[in-house]
């Protein structure tokens, strides 16, 4: 099995424990990437398993797909994204896996449009060919929209002043967002910079929405026994989450007595959102933030 130095599956081995594939089972990985976590899932479903991945980038959906070639088992990569998983005819799945936000490839390689460290168009989406890249984007948003997105999605101070300042600069490449955050917050621009950049690729991809939309269609596509598992990054999509497995979880109530009607139809399998060792944090940066929660689908319907 191939190891891509510049791409470390995040919570690999928490991913396997908890979510424990198992030979001819059937998963859906919402967000392939390069294929890591699959490539690993691919391992243990075998000859008589199926693997369905998404991802709304064209560019990783294709380099996913030429590492697959040499594993056994059914492949299918679909370039969707997961906020049509309603839609997409999929069937019943043991095992539903998304891991979600930035690639590696979307940070490392400049001219994928993600990075403030090189200068080159403003674009920040996954999917070129949906939506409208960032700097065409922010011509059309309102300033009130512009704001509410700085401070809802970046928890920036100052999200007003900052998103006139970026209306009136007619925006284009990532450099001249750079010298707008750089006028507007100083010697404070340093570290304001990646939330000023995750707020605005939240916003153009509507992320949030996307994230909603799979976690209300994703635990009805789980047969009885089924897994599902999420990792996020930032706390506004880990709060969704979990309040979403929560409620998932917790068995219906008379409204009178309180007591529970019937078990809950899922049972959640992480109290507590499981985060990477120290030793992976160590060696991968880009885990520190992670997540992972996971909730099972019961086997008995609920008498
Ligand atoms: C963190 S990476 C996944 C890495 C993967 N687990 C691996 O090990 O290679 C997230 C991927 O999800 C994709 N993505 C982000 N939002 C998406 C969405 N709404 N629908 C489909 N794919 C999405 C990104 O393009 C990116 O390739």
């Known amino acids: 099995m191939d190891a891509d130095p ?8 928490e991913v396997l424990s908890l979510l424990d594939p198992k030979a001819g089972e059937t998963v859906l990985d919402a967000t392939l990437g390069l294929g890591g976590h699959a490539m690993k899932f691919l391992e243990r479903i075998g000859a008589h398993g199926r693997l369905i991945g998404l991802d709304a980038d064209a560019q990783n959906l294709a380099q996913a797909q030429q590492r697959f070639r040499s594993l056994p088992g059914h492949v299918e990569c ?53 939506g409208l890249p960032a700097a065409e984007w922010l011509r059309k948003v309102s300033l009130d929209d512009l704001t509410r997105v700085f401070r809802e999605y970046g928890e920036l101070k100052s999200p007003r002043r900052l998103a006139g300042k970026l209306k009136e600069s007619e925006v284009t490449t990532t450099f001249s967002v750079v010298r707008v955050v750089e006028a507007v917050f100083g010697w404070k621009a340093p570290s304001v910079m990646p939330q000023v950049f995750q707020a ?29 598992g999420v990792i996020s990054y930032h706390s506004l999509e880990d709060r969704r989450v979990k309040q979403v497995f929560r409620i998932l979880s917790t068995a219906p109530q008379h409204p009178e007595t309180g007591q529970d009607l019937h078990p809950a139809d899922f049972a959640l399998l992480t109290r507590k959102a499981v985060v990477p060792s120290g030793a992976e944090q160590e060696s991968n940066a880009r885990s520190r933030s992670a997540k992972l929660r996971v909730i099972m689908r019961r086997s008995s319907a609920p008498s």
């Open 78 to 130: 679909r370039h969707e994204n997961f906020r049509n998983i309603a839609r997409l005819d999929l069937p019943e799945v043991d095992i539903l896996f998304a891991d979600l936000g930035l690639s590696s490839p979307h940070v490392d390689e400049p001219e994928r449009g993600f990075t403030f460290r090189a200068d080159v168009a403003l674009d920040l989406r996954f999917d070129h060919t949906q």
């Open 6 to 13: 510049k791409h470390t599956p995040v919570l690999l081995s």
């Open 200 to 228: 605005l690729r939240i916003a153009v991809n509507d992320e949030m929405s996307a994230l909603d939309a799979l976690l209300a269609a994703g635990p009805l596509l789980l047969k009885p026994g089924g897994r599902m």
